[in-house]
């Protein structure tokens, strides 16, 4: 019985939603978010830490946590912006961020929201913190990131997953099952520190700002995949 319910509990989780985003993130609370925005770019710009300028601004603006989180993930300064841009490509071996795109991409599923952020990727406000259950819209997904890697004439992909992290090893094995039907060839690594080895790559899938300030390059494959699907939650704090 524990394992029945554990299975329905899986099938209904909304990935990244919480009841109170429908409160934070629309309307007036929306709009001071975004003024907020304005100000961490400034102070990013000129030379603040993420976390010291959020928490000032976050401060001035009386913002709940998750509004601070939104700001830290949304906003960039202009240099790391542009340096950003500079790296994207198009590739013909990828290295994914497995929980990273994956989590983003069931995010968007559940209609829960997302960050159109400035330096052109999409990021959730999920977290994962160790712990991660396949839902239902995993396999989803999986399938679109591998159509979209096809549509781009992707010839090798490689996931990498956090070994610390619950069911990595099932999500492997559903990766792999998924991957029989493209014509890519597909490798999936387990690994301690998926962070540290993907800023040493090239053709890196991810939309962690440490891991792509570091990459050689990367495929910013994500906003070309949401921009597909109906409903997708997607707020912009900056231009």
């Not at 053709?203 to 597909?228: F, K, Q, T, W």
Request: proline share 2%.
């Amino acid at each position: 019985m524990a394992g029945e319910r554990n299975e329905t509990l899986n099938r209904n989780a909304r990935r990244g939603f919480v009841p109170e985003d429908m409160r934070q993130f629309t309307g007036e609370a929306l709009e001071k978010i975004k003024k907020a925005a304005e100000d961490v770019r400034y102070l990013l710009n000129h030379g603040y830490a993420v976390k010291d300028a959020t928490t000032f601004v976050g401060n001035h603006y009386v913002l709940s946590e998750r509004q601070r989180m939104a700001l830290a993930r949304g906003i960039s300064s202009d240099e790391d912006v542009e340096n950003r841009r500079k790296k994207e490509c198009i590739c013909r071996e990828v290295h994914i961020d497995g929980f990273n795109v994956i989590i983003t991409l069931e995010v968007a599923l559940s209609h829960s929201p997302l960050l159109q952020c400035m330096d052109g990727t999409i990021r959730d406000l999920a977290g994962l913190r160790g712990t991660y259950r396949i839902i239902e819209e995993t396999g989803t997904a999986i399938r679109l990131i591998f159509e979209e890697l096809a549509a781009k004439g992707v010839e090798k992909a490689v996931f990498y997953l956090d070994s610390p992290v619950s069911n990595s090893g099932r999500l492997k094995t559903l990766v792999y099952e998924l991957a029989g039907g493209y014509s890519m060839g597909v490798e999936v690594v387990v690994i301690p520190d998926v962070d540290r080895t993907l800023q040493k790559l090239s053709g890196v899938v991810s939309s962690d700002a440490i891991i792509l300030n570091h990459c050689e390059s990367y495929m910013n494959i994500l906003p070309d995949i949401i921009s597909r699907l109906d409903k997708a939650w997607l707020i912009s704090l900056g231009s």
